[in-house]
């Protein structure tokens, strides 16, 4: 068999497979008067490929592009001029706060969470939509710590059952 060949060639089409996927959410987009163009996709996949790395994470689709791109193109404080610098931004805040949380919470919460904090309080400044997401992972992190200490020393909690 030609196993590492077919590997390759699978490897090969799978970022004109995610473009494929991104060039078609325009149709969606455009109503909000905002379009990618394939250099766009390519300079976002690019950075969301070097924060995943430097994140140290593996996605296995681009589920979370996807739903990032739908969900911000219908913010007011989006334009067509920095509309792929600020999907490029929101990924970096997107997985770090995923870092954070230790992923105590799912993409889609937490996209869904950061499109309304950047409408509602931060009114399109992603310094600001950062900084309060910072804060609610402080918040998750105690929460964390409380519940671990709520189970320290309670035998009962790590008995197995016979």
């Not at 490029?88 to 995923?98: C, G, P, S, T």
């Not at 309060?132 to 519940?147: G, S, W």
């Not at 189970?151 to 008995?159: H, N, R, S, T, V």
Request: aromatic residues 10%; charged residues 25%; proline residues 2%.
């Amino acid at each position: 068999m030609f196993w590492p060949r077919i590997f390759q060639s699978l490897n090969a089409s799978v970022p004109e497979l995610y473009a494929a996927e991104l060039l078609g959410l325009n149709e969606q987009t455009r109503p909000y008067g905002v379009v990618l163009t394939e250099q766009e996709i390519a300079m976002i996949m690019v950075a969301r490929d070097q924060v995943l790395q430097s994140y140290g994470r593996v996605e296995l689709g681009i589920d979370v592009t996807k739903e990032m791109v739908e969900q911000f193109a219908s913010s007011a404080y989006v334009e067509q001029e920095s509309y792929a610098e600020t999907l490029m931004a929101l990924h970096e805040i997107f997985y770090n706060l995923k870092n954070e949380t230790e992923d105590r919470i799912s993409d889609y919460q937490l996209i869904h969470m950061m499109k309304r904090l950047y409408e509602e309080e931060c009114a399109g400044s992603l310094d600001l939509l950062q900084s309060r997401l910072e804060a609610y992972a402080e918040q998750c992190r105690v929460e964390a710590m409380k519940n671990d200490s709520d189970l320290e020393g309670d035998d009962a909690a790590w008995q197995l059952k016979r």
